[in-house]
């Protein structure tokens, strides 16, 4: 197995996760905004309304939410497709390195880094995909660009109202999943379409092909997909657990700004003062009350040793401080929380919230930590954790289960079909609690899958999310990678848990979610209905040996 290092190298990065949140960058829809209405007329006129004042996030709830209540309609279907795009393409024109980077490249090299995109996908993703397939889809993300406000107003094209519908009118009769046979053929349609935008609206070729290469990705699943610059530094700098940066999670608030929904310990905003539940107003002079995430991400992007002027508030919007804050590396910890919960029994809890390369030893020392204060069992907590690296996840479960298969993988290529096993020495054989709900995903869905099939301790919680892919990081010229599904991974038993997820042995149903941050953030077990049943289950073990 390649190390952690070696892979960062050569560009591949074996990946179990769903999202990867960066300190400025964790984007989470309002819930009340994203409520489904009783008819589902209703649902779908509230969708389009919410898409035609451009709160993506929010109509993106509200079409899945509807969606479980009829899942076969035709037109929530189309408008959560349709509101996915365009939350891609606000994405992208929010991020200055799409613009720096990728905009600004000559026809030519953007068609040679489309063509080196749709080799590697035809070549690794984990199904067949034909060049039309992905051409089609392209072409639709060009097609709704063209409608899209941010994108209309970069290039100016909102004063060409008329030559904008003409384009449209050219793409739906002359190209609409026109076939193409090979990516060389995929390449001639994309150079007649960019000969006809630039005579039509006078657009150039980059913002084009970007579209087509970007928009192709909605042909394959929702975890591949090209990367910009910045996405692809924020990944490596989740990998490595460190990034330079302030050191916050937040989402955006329409009219309230930016919620800080975590900030890191040791970090600068911490010790500037940020808290947890403030809400950031102003940044360097630039009112944020109404921006999106990425937006206000744009602000407080910048180089080590810069400075930004943050203007905060408190909850109801008052109590205004100012600060001035400098951009450091962070060290993100994937353990935030590892103590005893019950001295009597000695009973210890560790918090994990990603699995990257230094997981493994925060672990080893979170253990030797709880093991001097006397620890005789321990839960567990995967509880919102997206997952992380592979790697990660094997050496982590290697402490707690002795012998045979932890995970296994399988792919179209024979790189991708890996057996992973555990090692008896070292092995931790305490008795275990695992906590899990349904943002517990991936990586972590490895950990509950061979936790419940070598039958290594209890699961507790609900029942997680149900994505049991494996994505490689393949290198792309000019400073981009891909994120790419290679393989899907088993269980030991050789169960694969897609879109089902690990059920639970003991369902706990929370109607409001109130999770334990640990003695250092002063919040009580009490609220933690997940942590009391395990800790109860765990004394009752102890009693009975």
């Keep these: 197995m390649l190390t952690n290092n070696l892979m960062k190298q050569l560009g591949l990065i074996t990946l179990c996760t769903t999202l990867l949140l960066t300190p400025v960058n964790s984007v989470t829809a309002a819930p009340e905004s994203g409520e489904v209405t009783q008819t589902l007329t209703e649902s779908v006129k509230a969708g389009r309304a919410l898409e035609s004042s451009r709160n993506w996030l929010d109509a993106i709830e509200l079409y899945e939410k509807a969606l479980k209540k009829w899942p076969e309609d035709k037109s929530l279907k189309l408008g959560l497709r349709r509101t996915k795009i365009h939350f891609g393409i606000d994405r992208r024109y929010s991020d200055n390195s799409f613009e720096r980077k990728l905009l600004m490249k000559s026809r030519q090299d953007a068609l040679d880094l489309f063509d080196e995109v749709l080799y590697q996908i035809r070549g690794y993703y984990v199904e067949p995909i034909s060049s039309w397939h992905f051409i089609a889809h392209g072409t639709e993300s060009f097609y709704l660009a063209l409608a899209n406000k941010k994108f209309q107003e970069y290039h100016f094209l909102n004063t060409n109202a008329l030559g904008v519908r003409r384009m449209r009118k050219i793409l ?110 102003n940044i360097d002079g630039v009112d944020c009350l109404n921006m999106t995430t990425d937006e206000a991400a744009k602000l407080l992007r910048g180089l080590k040793g810069t400075k ?88 982590i479960l290697d402490n707690f ?126 609220g933690d209905k997940d942590l009391k049943k395990g800790i109860q289950i765990l004394k009752r073990q102890l009693v009975a040996r």
């Excluded at 000969?195 to 909605?218: H, Q, R, V, W």
């Excluded at 029994?345 to 493994?360: D, L, R, S, V």
């Excluded at 289960?401 to 931790?428: C, K, P, W, Y």
Aim: glycine letters at 12%.
């Design 172 to 281: 739906r009769d002359q190209y609409w999943n026109k076939r193409v046979s090979s990516r060389y053929e995929a390449l001639q349609l994309i150079t007649q379409v960019c000969d006809t935008a630039k005579k039509e609206i006078g657009l150039n070729s980059a913002p084009i092909i970007m579209e087509y290469l970007f928009g192709g990705c909605n042909a394959l699943d929702n975890y591949s997909n090209v990367l910009t610059p910045n996405r692809l530094d924020d990944l490596y700098g989740n990998i490595e657990g460190e990034f330079v940066g302030l050191g916050i999670e937040m989402k955006a608030e329409t009219g309230k700004g930016m919620h800080l929904m975590n900030v890191l310990p040791e970090s600068p905003a911490e010790e500037g003062g940020m808290r947890r539940g403030d809400f950031i107003v």
């Design 308 to 395: 930004v002027r943050i203007t905060l508030s408190s909850k109801d919007g008052g109590n205004k401080r100012n600060g001035v804050f400098v951009r450091r590396p962070v060290q993100v910890k994937s353990i935030p929380v590892a103590e005893i919960v019950d001295q009597q029994h000695g009973i210890g809890y560790i918090k994990m919230t990603g699995f990257q390369a230094t997981t493994p030893g925060e672990l080893t020392r979170a253990l030797e930590k709880l093991k001097r204060q006397n620890m005789r069992s321990l839960i567990w907590d995967l509880r919102g954790n997206p997952g992380g690296l592979l790697p990660a996840a094997t050496q």
């Design 401 to 526: 289960i002795e012998e045979g298969t932890l995970v296994s993988t399988r792919g179209r290529n024979r790189d991708d079909n890996q057996t992973f096993s555990a090692h008896s020495l070292g092995t931790t054989r305490i008795p275990l609690v695992l906590l899990i709900d349904g943002n517990s995903a991936s990586a972590s869905e490895i950990v509950a899958g061979a936790v419940r099939d070598h039958k290594r301790g209890t699961i507790v919680g609900r029942k997680s999310y149900g994505k049991w892919s494996v994505q490689t990081i393949l290198p792309v010229k000019g400073q981009t990678g891909l994120r790419l599904t290679t393989a899907k991974f088993f269980s030991p038993d050789g169960f694969n848990h897609s879109k089902v997820g690990v059920k639970p042995d003991v369902l706990v149903e929370q109607e409001q979610l109130s999770y334990y941050q640990g003695q250092r953030d002063g919040s009580s077990i009490d």
